[in-house]
């Protein structure tokens, strides 16, 4: 008995190995899988503002949005946020919308949720009611909160800060 043992604890120890092997690469595969698509989702959000798709960039968000940004919060709906976005996509034309930083993506550890922070160079023209054009160059830093809300990354919370881009 003492013989057999000895043979099949090695045998045991190394399956327990190979399942916990085969579990992390699983892990780690459908972490790489989210990566990329938060990645895609952040070359959508570029594609949507050059393209004033206001659709297009709210698709993305979840049913409710918190935003801070100049100081105030606020929560809204994603079809008051597809109002706003299609307003301000109408009045401001992007010459540019580029990555100052690669933007910087952390996933929890159970995969529900992640965070990306994002610095941005924006140049354009904003058009008034009026019709008067202003030029604009605005350099962005962000923070926003992703879930994985029915198998899809939505964000959830943005937290926005800008400066003028010519200082």
Do not use: C
């Not at 930083?101 to 996933?107: C, F």
Request: proline fraction near 2%.
């Amino acid at each position: 008995m003492k013989h057999t043992l000895y043979r099949i604890l090695p045998f045991g120890v190394i399956l327990v190995l190979l399942l916990l092997a085969g579990s992390a690469t699983a892990e780690a595969q459908s972490r790489k899988k989210d990566m990329a698509e938060l990645l895609r989702l952040h070359e959508q959000q570029k594609t949507a503002h050059i393209t004033n798709n206001a659709e297009m960039f709210v698709e993305m968000f979840a049913e409710n949005l918190v935003q801070l940004q100049r100081g105030q919060s606020a929560t809204r709906t994603k079809a008051e946020s597809l109002s706003r976005f299609k307003t301000y996509l109408s009045r401001y034309k992007f010459l540019e919308w580029e990555d100052i930083k690669p933007p910087v993506i952390k996933i929890s550890k159970d995969g529900t949720m992640a965070t990306k922070i994002v610095q941005k160079r924006v140049r354009g023209t904003y058009t008034y009611e009026d019709g008067k054009v202003e030029d604009d160059h605005t350099v962005f830093a962000w923070l926003e909160v992703w879930e994985k809300i029915k198998g899809k990354w939505k964000v959830t919370a943005i937290a926005s800060t800008d400066r003028d881009g010519g200082k």
